[in-house]
C-alpha cells in the first residue's frame, strides 16, 4: 500500500458494484485479520451473490486461543446482513472452518452453506467453486507437518508486524515476508504450481471451464496454456493481501486489492465459452481473452 495516498472517507468511497464476488480466507478468530478492511469493501458493496471461499472463521487457532474481537463479529454481521436484504451469501468452508462442513446443504440464518458449487457466469462460463485444501498433499498425506506450518506460517506473520511497524517508521510500504518466502523457496513454488495444476484439471473432470479458489493465499487469475484455456483463479486473503474477485454484469472477471482509496483493479480476464462439456466428456476448449495483466 502506497503509503502517500491520502486515504478517502468511507462515506466518499465508490460503491463496487458486481454480479458476482468471491472471498476466502479471511480467518476470524486470528490478529492478522484484516476485519476493518474487509468491513470497509463490504459496507461499499453491491451484489448479487457472495461466495465466501472458506476459511472465513479459523477453528484451528480459535481452539488453541479464543480471540474475538468487536470487528470480528461486525464482519459477520455484515455478511448476515447482506444475506437477509437481497444478496445471495454462500459458504464453501475451507480447513480452517471444517467443523461446518457437517452442515453443509443447510441455511445458517440466510447463508447456504455447501460442499463446492459450479457457477454460471453472464456469459454462460461456469466455474467449479471450491476452497482447494483436498488438493494440498501436505495436508493430505501429512497432517502433522500441515498443522506444524500452519504453525509457522503464524509466527510469520507476528514477525511480520514487527517488521512493519518498522518499516512504517521509515516510510516504507508494507512488505510480506510469508509471500518472499514463497516466492523465493523452490520448493514452495513447486508446491503452488502443483496444487494450480490439480485444481485446474479437476475443474475440467467437472465440465467446468475453470476453478475459483482460496487456500494457498496467493492471488491468481489466469488462463492456463493447456489448449484447453482452463481458467484459474484464487481469491487470496484477508491476513496481508485483501484481495478478492468480482465479476461483471458482462461475465468478465476482476482480481481486486483493497486499499485505502478503495478497490484498485489488479487483473481483469474475458471468459467466452464454447460448448458446455458434459462431466465426463473432454472439456472443449475455452475462447478467452486476457484485457488486462498488470501484476
Partial sequence: MDPTTTPLPPHLRPVLE???????DVHLGTRDARADALLEMLASLKA?????????????????????????????????HLARHGTRVILIPGNHDEFLR???????GSVELRRDIVHTTAGG????????DAFDAVLLHAPRL????????????????????????TGRPYW????????????????ISRFETLLASEARRHGCTGV???HIHRAELRLFRDGQGTLYANCGDWVESQTFLTEDEDGCLHLYVWTEVGAQELRRLEVRPGRVPSRTAR???????????TV
Fill in 283 to 293: 472439456p472443449e476448449a475455452v475462447a478467452a481473452r486476457e484485457v488486462l495483466d
Fill in 18 to 24: 458486481a454480479r458476482s464476488v468471491w472471498i476466502s
Fill in 102 to 108: 457437517p452442515y453443509a446443504g443447510l441455511m445458517f
Fill in 146 to 169: 500441515a498443522r506444524l506450518g500452519d504453525t509457522l506460517y503464524m509466527a510469520s506473520l507476528r514477525l511480520n508486524r514487527v517488521l512493519n511497524r518498522l518499516r512504517a517508521l
Fill in 125 to 132: 462460463a461456469q466455474l467449479w467453486i471450491t476452497h482447494g
Fill in 176 to 191: 510480506s515476508l510469508s509471500q518472499y518466502l514463497k516466492g523465493r523457496v523452490k520448493s514452495a513454488v513447486n508446491h
Fill in 212 to 214: 475459483v479458489c482460496g
Fill in 48 to 80: 448479487g451473490t457472495v461466495y465466501l471461499v472458506g476459511d472465513i472463521i479459523d477453528g484451528w487457532q480459535l481452539r488453541k486461543r479464543w480471540y474475538w474481537p468487536p470487528s470480528h463479529d461486525r464482519v459477520v454481521q455484515r455478511l448476515l
